[in-house]
């Protein structure tokens, strides 16, 4: 089945130690977004790639970093996570930039800060 | 900015009850709009979605109507089921705004008891 991958499922990391989510798809849609999500809350959106093309969301901290070194794969890097990053991390795709076309969301990364 | 509002939760029904949970929203631009599901432990899942003024969304028994003159998008069920509990999420992307994602409302907690 086509689907949102992300890996790995649940994420611990140390105060300040880099650390980098993974997410890939099978549905080759060309739009991909990272959101990261706080207990009881919406998903905030941190950036998306249409393509190649990289969006930033005017506040995300500059701690988060993304790559998408080719149309099936992007990576979420946290430079030095704080224990205020601890949180869900939601990939989504979805075939093009109008909304019209829904978002496929993975299952999520949930990542611990100690 | 644009935005979406939905009614406090956490919202708790007997099974068969008659759901409603509310959401509006501001926009700059025409909207489409969409009702997300998240289920424990998962990521977020389309449940269904309207386009344009008037149209009816509906997926597994739910149900909501794009009301532009009350910039409204409220989600019914007629006899929820157990297996409904989950949180929902409104939500909005604006093409009046220029490719703009999504924007999610905070989120309501259904819990359906038997």
């Known amino acids: 089945d086509a689907m949102v991958i992300q890996n790995p499922r649940y994420q611990v990391t140390q105060f300040g130690k880099p650390v980098t989510l993974s997410c890939s798809q099978t549905?080759?849609?060309?739009?991909m977004y990272w959101y990261q999500q706080k207990s009881s809350q919406a998903p905030k959106l941190l950036f998306h790639?249409?393509?190649?093309?990289?969006?930033n969301e005017a506040d995300t901290p500059d701690n988060f970093q993304s790559r998408r070194p080719n149309t099936s794969f992007c990576f979420l890097d946290i430079r030095s996570p704080g224990l205020g990053d601890a949180a869900m991390y939601l990939c989504?795709?979805?075939?093009?930039?109008?909304?019209?076309?829904?978002?496929?969301f993975g299952p999520g990364t949930r990542l611990t800060v100690t | 900015g644009d935005s979406v509002t939905q009614m406090e939760g956490p919202v708790t029904l007997s099974e068969e009850a008659f759901l409603t949970i509310n959401c509006t929203y501001t926009a700059t631009g025409y909207p489409s709009l969409f009702w997300y599901v998240q289920y424990p432990g998962e990521g977020l899942q389309l449940l269904l979605k309207a386009t344009k003024a008037d149209d009816k969304g509906s997926n597994k028994g739910f149900e909501a109507t794009y009301r532009k003159e009350t910039t409204s998008f409220h989600l019914e069920k007629g006899s929820v089921q157990v297996s409904d509990s989950a949180v929902y999420f409104c939500?909005?992307?604006?093409?009046?705004?220029?490719?703009?994602?999504?924007?999610f409302g905070k989120g309501t907690r259904l819990s359906v008891i038997a």
């Open positions: 549905l080759n849609h060309n739009v």
């Open positions: 989504a795709t979805s075939r093009d930039r109008d909304m019209a076309y829904e978002q496929y």
């Open positions: 790639y249409y393509d190649k093309d990289f969006n």
């Open positions: 939500a909005l992307s604006d093409r009046g705004s220029g490719n703009t994602p999504l924007v």
